[in-house]
Structure formats: C-alpha cells, structure tokens
C-alpha cells in the first residue's frame, strides 16, 4: 500500500521557466492538499482539491500558480514563469476520514529557482 | 498572524534528559495533532488528540490536550537521539477545511 508519491524529489527551474510538481494521494484517498514550506516555517496551507474540483485556494497566489486533481492520473502544482521566491519545499498530503484523524504527506519536491 | 504558537524555537539537550514543548493558541480547536519531520522527508503525524484533558501516550512520548482545547503540550521522557527532529503541532478548528501548523519545534538530542 504505497503512501503519498510526489515526483520529482528536486527540481531545479531558471527564472521564467514552468514548473510541474505531481502528486499521487494513497490509495482510496480523494482529499489532496499542498503546503508549502520554507526554512525555520511551518507549512503554509495552499490548496485543497478533490477530484475533479478545487474546494479551498485562498493559500494560492493568484498569478502564476494553478493546480488541479484530473478524474484520472496525479495532482498537479504548476507555477508558471517562477522566481527566486517561489523556491522552497513543496508538500503533497492526502486524506480520507476527516481533518481530525490528520494527514498522510509525501516526501515533498524541492524547488530550486536559479 | 501565527494561529498555533509553538515553545521553544528550537531545543538542545542531552540524551537521557527529559523534555516538554509546547503548542498554544487563542483559538478553540476540534482536534489538535502532532507530527514529527527528519530532514528531507515530509511530515510524518504522531497523534491526535480531539477530547479537552485528553492525554494519550506513544512510549515515551505523552501528548496533553488543554481543557479548553486551545493549546496541547508534547513530553518526551529520557530523550534519545532518534528524537531529534521537528515538531510541529497543528490542528483543525470547527468549520475548517484544512489543518493549519505552527512553525514547529527543532529538537536535538545529544548523545
């Protein structure tokens, strides 16, 4: 029973470049969040999305970044023409039974803008 | 504005000494958790604690939840290396549709 799979591990982007974090919540899970996370922060709340729909993005910026969760295949974070800013640790977690029985993470993927 | 309030920042001590950090908030909250974070890795949850004075205990480790459910508090008896890692406490509050963190506890354990 795999866990939540987030590809890839580390990427690294120039200025201006698109880039694509994916996410494959556990199996049966239909509740995907993603968090961000930068040194010495805790995670900060992006987006939450069930299939199909997004439910919750007030912690998305409104220009450049958009994500989905398709009937079929991944989660997908896409932040369009990145900056420097943008880099930091970015965390995939699913869940199915509630927010009071907490969240399943992945292993994050490292974004390095250069 | 920081929701959830973690103490300390960051903590070193020495193997075999006993510990407690801590999570406060003015908020109320249906459910509090705990997860732990090694470098590299994502968060991995600990508990969760969701009754007001609940305490629930993982070997060494106790987690207390505030009576007013507003705060929780993490002891860790006769620390050992393999604790060394980040703490951090989140929690959901009623109406919510995602678990906010706070900044998190660093801890280091000196063999």
């Known amino acids: 029973n795999a866990g939540v799979m987030q590809n890839p591990r580390h990427l690294v982007r120039r200025r201006g470049q698109e880039a694509r974090l994916r996410c494959s919540p556990m199996?049966?899970?239909?509740?995907v969040y993603w968090y961000r996370q930068l040194p010495e922060e805790g995670l900060k709340f992006m987006v939450y999305l069930q299939k199909e729909n997004i439910i919750d993005e007030s912690g998305m910026p409104k220009e450049r970044f958009s994500a989905e969760f398709p009937k079929e295949g991944p989660s997908i974070l896409r932040i369009q023409q990145v900056v420097r800013g943008d880099s930091a640790a970015y965390f995939c977690?699913?869940?199915?039974?509630?927010?009071?029985?907490?969240?399943?993470f992945g292993s994050g993927t490292r974004l390095t803008v250069v | 504005t920081q929701l959830l309030e973690q103490s300390p920042q960051f903590l070193s001590i020495q193997e075999g000494e006993n510990l407690t950090v801590y999570c406060n908030s003015s908020?109320?909250?249906?459910?509090l958790q705990w997860y732990r974070q090694e470098p590299g890795e994502g968060p991995v949850l600990l508990v969760t604690v969701v009754t007001g004075g609940e305490v629930k205990k993982l070997k060494r480790l106790t987690f207390q939840f505030g009576d007013a459910r507003k705060d929780s508090s993490l002891h860790i008896t006769a620390a050992q290396p393999g604790d060394t890692g980040l703490y951090l406490c989140?929690?959901?509050?009623?109406?919510?549709?995602?678990?906010?963190f706070g900044k998190g506890t660093r801890l280091h354990i000196l063999p």
């Open positions: 989140a929690g959901a509050r009623s109406g919510d549709d995602k678990i906010i």
């Open positions: 977690a699913s869940s199915e039974q509630g927010l009071d029985y907490g969240y399943t």
């Open positions: 908020s109320v909250f249906s459910s």
């Open positions: 199996k049966g899970h239909s509740h």
